[in-house]
């Protein structure tokens, strides 16, 4: 059983900073990939940014690119995602998930090739 447990969500002022962390337990952490989604009141969850098993691949959404940065810690079993330059529409609520692919090539964007996600952590954004 795989454990994910986001942190570091709160309340921040546009143009502030927020750094969310993820610590997973019962798997071979640095086996696998590693995405955060969110998903805002009202809308589907979406992809915000991924990093492969080795950390050497990253990838972001649109929306984030330039101002999110994913990193992870494969001795503490954790990953991170920096979030610079807020925005009111980055509010929501945001999930780690683990890739159900181990040692996949790359990384997926596709919600439904994660099969681990945590509880998820509030950001909330105001203008």
């Known amino acids: 059983q795989v454990q994910l447990v986001e942190s570091g969500g709160g309340l921040v002022q546009a143009g502030g900073s927020l750094r969310l962390s993820c610590a997973a337990s019962g798997r071979t952490f640095i086996s696998y990939a590693m995405g955060w989604f969110r998903q805002a009141p009202g809308k589907e969850r979406e992809f915000v940014a991924a990093?492969?098993?080795?950390?050497?691949?990253?990838y972001y959404a649109d929306s984030v690119k330039g101002r999110f940065t994913v990193s992870r810690d494969n001795a503490k079993n954790t990953v991170y995602l920096q979030m610079n330059n807020l925005k009111p529409e980055d509010t929501a609520v945001y999930y780690c998930a683990a890739d159900h692919r181990r040692l996949r090539v790359g990384v997926t964007i596709a919600l439904n090739e994660y099969d681990y996600w945590g509880q998820g952590t509030q950001v909330t954004v105001s203008s």
């Open positions: 990093i492969s098993w080795s950390g050497g691949t990253t």
